[in-house]
């Protein structure tokens, strides 16, 4: 199901990151993610609850920026 708060998301398996972006295009990514969480956060039906339940201050982050995205892109 679409959320209405998150635009999207990937979970990078090897390193545990967890990139997230909101619909207001404020992109973060969460670290030390177990991959059960990112499993259960992608079948979730309301990922903007889960995540505000299981993920957002639970897990260190960082916003990424605009350099950051043109560096590694």
């Known amino acids: 199901m679409p959320s209405s708060v998150i635009l999207r998301f990937v979970y990078d398996e090897m390193e545990g990151n967890l990139w997230v972006e909101f619909t207001t295009g404020r992109r973060y990514v969460y670290s030390g993610v177990p991959h059960d969480v990112a499993e259960t956060f992608r ?24 350099s950051e995205e043109k560096a590694t892109g």
């Open 43 to 66: 079948g979730a039906f309301s990922k903007g609850v889960y995540f505000n339940t299981r993920i957002r201050d639970r897990f260190p982050y960082r916003e990424v920026t605009h």
